[in-house]
């Protein structure tokens, strides 16, 4: 395959021209084998850079069908390793990953994008 020319620090200038800090929390869920009891735990928050946009605002990026339906969407850098049940607090509310689809652009890893629902 001939070299392409993209690199996984593409997607740095769309962090840098678009990108907002929001304070990101890893949860951890894991199940006892005894009873199926879930248990979830929330690591320290810390602050990321990441695309952030509203349901209402989904058209501008999305890829047509690569998104379902959400409150709200996180295009994210892999290196983060979003996943599923992972929470974010931006302007004062907090919302929940709920689907991570990675994209690949000429067979590079760019960017996570996150369909996400705020937390009741």
């Not at 021209?17 to 869920?29: A, F, H, Q």
């Not at 810390?46 to 047509?64: A, C, P």
């Not at 960017?111 to 705020?118: G, H």
């Amino acid at each position: 395959m001939a070299d392409t020319g993209v690199v996984a620090g593409d997607f740095t200038q769309i962090l840098t021209d678009m990108g907002r800090t929001v304070s990101y929390k890893v949860v951890t869920r894991t199940t006892s084998d005894m009873q199926g009891e879930e248990t979830t735990t929330f690591a320290a928050a810390s602050d990321q850079t990441v695309v952030f946009f509203l349901e209402e605002n989904r058209y501008i990026w999305d890829k047509s069908g690569l998104l379902q339906c959400g409150d709200c969407y996180l295009i994210c850098p892999t290196t983060l390793g979003a996943k599923r049940y992972d929470q974010f607090t931006i302007s004062g509310q907090t919302f929940y990953i709920e689907k991570v689809t990675r994209r690949t652009v000429c067979g590079v890893d760019m960017a996570d994008y996150c369909v996400c629902f705020k937390v009741a």
